[in-house]
């Protein structure tokens, strides 16, 4: 009898592949690549996938024979999850593997916009000491705002009370006892926009959230404020981001996802201030690591028609 043939799309873990252990046909392609996707998904069983390929309607109409798709990381926003189920594909994530590394990430740029640590690394290796130049603030006794106090929002918190700061958090679905817990405050939007240092979001791409950060909020921050994005691109306007920084209305920002992903062009990209990165919050060997076993967990179960559990 055949085995299963499962297709990895993306670069993952090399313990994905051990823990799916022997009994499956493992199958590579390149998800980013819809000329190469949609054939390669025609007689597989599973897929596993980063962010970067988009298992839409149309990809899933070409899947014929699948069964599960797996998402090595948080966000499912590339999955279409309904045409999933109703084409009876099981979805499976990894919902906490990457957690704490998108924590970290998000406080390494927070830090990087405070101290001006990129613009300084390079000047200094351009010929340039500018120490005057690149003066910047503490974190001690500023405020931050977390936008979204779920899982990694609320690491994010628990890191940053240890820095000295005070915390607000406004997510609506969240508790005042929750919050308290961790030593912050829930708050309305508004308020947390006027009293930030700091912003960071946390939040999945919703039609809710995209564009939150946009115009109309960011007339209402402090022109101090510096706004970090580990979540999920097009959550913040990246235009009006750009503006309100050329126009001193914000301090700074750094920035990890974008709206469009892959991309080398971004207004944000023409400010000195801004900090960037290519969407590393889930790249580390720890996070990677753990997200390639869940999920090669799940499919195996899945497969075995065993029940999956929740994470
Ligand atoms: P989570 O589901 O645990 O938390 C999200 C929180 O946002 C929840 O508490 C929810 O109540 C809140 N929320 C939802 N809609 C809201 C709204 N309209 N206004 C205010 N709050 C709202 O998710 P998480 O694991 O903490 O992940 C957060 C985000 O980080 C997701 O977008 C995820 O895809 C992203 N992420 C990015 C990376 C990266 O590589 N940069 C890595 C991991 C996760
Ligand atoms: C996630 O949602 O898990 C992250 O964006 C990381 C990834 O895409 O691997």
Known sequence: MSKPVVLIAEELSPATIEALGPDFEVRRADGADRD???????????VLIRSATRM???????????????????GLDNVDVESATQAGIMVVNAPTSNITSAAELAIGLLLATARNIAPANQALKAGA???SQYSGVELLDKTVGVLGLGR????????????????????????????????AQ?????????????????????PET????????????????RIINAARGGIVDEAALARAIAE???????????????????????????VVTPH?????????????IAVARSVRLALGGELVPDA
């Open 36 to 46: 190469e996707l949609l054939p390669a998904l025609a007689d597989v069983d599973a």
């Open 56 to 74: 839409d309607a149309e990809a899933i109409a070409a899947a014929k024979r699948l069964k599960v798709i797996a998402r090595a990381g948080v």
């Open 129 to 131: 000491w500018k120490r």
């Open 152 to 183: 990694i929002g609320t690491l994010v918190a628990e890191r940053l009370k240890g820095f000295g700061m005070k915390i607000l958090a406004y997510d609506p679905y969240s508790s005042a006892a929750k919050a308290g817990q961790l030593g």
């Open 186 to 206: 829930l708050v309305g939007l508004d308020e947390l926009l006027a009293q930030s240092d700091f912003i960071t979001i946390h939040l999945p791409r919703t």
């Open 210 to 225: 995209v564009g939150l950060i946009g115009e109309e909020a960011l007339a209402k921050v402090k022109p101090s404020v």
């Open 248 to 274: 001193g209305r914000v301090a700074g920002a750094g920035i990890d996802v974008f709206a469009t992903e892959p991309t080398t062009e971004s207004p944000l990209f023409e400010h000195e201030s801004v």
């Open 280 to 292: 590393l919050g889930a790249s580390t060997e720890e996070a990677q690591e753990k997200a390639g």
